[in-house]
């Protein structure tokens, strides 16, 4: 079946510093990417998307390009800020249109 | 628009109770899904329904039931609350296309202890 495995938290950035978040996954077909956001006490917000290999998501500065020849759909954002603190969650839709998540990235950025 | 509401926002169950997690969506859409959120496994799918009158099971659905009598509404009842169903619940809702690029819409959860 679909999966999804994202880099394993918590990380740990001063603000400013260049974030990377791995997300690889498995799935039949041409699934499409996203990526959700957390924020602390709040649901989940989609951040960005990709519907097609090669295709780049971005939204408030974070981008994430869909590699299909590596499976992957990593996450960066080239200057973190304080308010980026938040878990980020790695997605796939699939030929069943339901979500699959990774188990979620905690990420921390300190002033 | 509200968006998707959950209510309640916090609720302590014991073990055996049976109590009704209610979501609803004002935005029309047809697709309607519950997840729970457990600490390092992500979201799981528990059941969902595709429009009024239709659901079906998701990963993790025993324990759970579902039924979905108006588009706006998907309510989910636990039937006899076990300690294991301490989580937290999330209700989403998307339009469905011919593609699967739907962005599902969260509502703000719902934190369930079960003791």
């Known amino acids: 079946g679909d999966s999804v495995t994202q880099m394993e938290g918590p990380v740990t950035l001063s603000e400013e510093a260049f974030l990377t978040i791995n997300c690889t996954y498995t799935a039949t077909g041409y699934p499409s990417l996203f990526w959700y956001v957390q924020y602390p006490g709040e649901g989940l917000q989609l951040l960005l998307k990709?519907?097609?290999?090669?295709d780049k998501g971005s939204n408030k500065g974070f981008e994430a390009t869909y590699r299909k020849e590596t499976t992957s759909f990593h996450l960066e954002k080239g200057s973190v800020q304080v308010s980026d603190s938040a878990v980020y969650f790695c997605a796939l839709s699939g030929s069943a249109r339901q979500l699959t998540f990774g188990s979620g990235t905690q990420l921390t950025v300190l002033p | 628009n509200a968006g998707v509401t959950q209510t309640p926002k916090f609720q302590v169950l014991k073990t055996g109770q049976s109590m009704t997690l209610q979501c609803a969506q004002d935005m029309n859409h047809e697709y309607m899904s519950w997840y729970r959120q457990d600490p390092g496994m992500g979201l799981r799918l528990i059941h969902y329904s595709v429009g009024a009158g239709i659901t079906d099971q998701g990963e993790v659905p025993n324990g759970y039931n579902v039924s979905r009598s108006t588009t706006e509404d998907f309510p989910l009842r636990l039937l006899s609350a076990a300690p294991s169903q301490t989580s937290v619940y999330f209700c989403?809702?998307?339009?469905?296309?011919?593609?699967?690029?739907?962005?599902?819409?969260f509502g703000p959860g719902t934190r369930l202890t079960v003791l």
């Open positions: 989403a809702s998307s339009k469905i296309s011919m593609s699967r690029t739907d962005t599902q819409y």
């Open positions: 990709a519907t097609k290999a090669d």
